[in-house]
């Protein structure tokens, strides 16, 4: 079987870029445990409070321009809560991942490998490279 092209539609290269660039700026197990720690606490604190707010009656919720139908708040609250169900149960697996340090051999194998995965696209080399591929003879 030959392998699929993987996407290349905006929201996929999008993706692309910013798993490269994840992996670029936190290159080691306690930067990734750290990362990983923040965003998880960051969408619990932002969905909690949206959650909390749209609980409130209407005249005590933040001002928005255009408030939910009764129907869609309803629903929007039910999706909510299990949203943040399953942001809890992560962070209980998570606190599992904050257990683990590995001697810094270990670290060093997780920053070599993170240069191969997403090495800088601003580095001498990928940029020498780029302009060879723009100055390169039409072959047609
Ligand atoms: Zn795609």
Not at 15 to 44: C, G, M, T, V
Not at 56 to 63: I, M, N
Not at 104 to 127: S, T
Request: hydrophobic share 40%; with cysteine.
């Amino acid at each position: 079987m030959v392998p699929e092209e993987p996407c290349q539609c905006p929201d996929c290269l999008r993706f692309y870029r910013e798993h490269d660039r994840l992996i670029r700026e936190n290159p080691s197990l306690k930067q990734q445990q750290e990362l990983n720690w923040a965003a998880l606490q960051a969408f619990r604190t932002l969905a909690g409070r949206v959650l909390e707010d749209l609980q409130k009656p209407p005249e005590q919720q933040a001002d928005v321009e255009a408030p939910p139908e009764d129907e869609s708040l309803q629903q929007a609250l039910a999706d909510l809560e299990n949203v943040n169900a399953h942001l809890f149960s992560i962070e209980v697996f998570m606190e599992r991942i904050f257990d683990v340090r590995v001697p810094e051999a270990v670290e060093q194998k997780f920053q070599e490998l993170a240069g191969e995965l997403a090495p800088d696209p601003l580095n001498a080399d990928r940029l020498r490279l780029n302009r060879l591929l723009h100055q390169s003879p039409d072959l047609n």
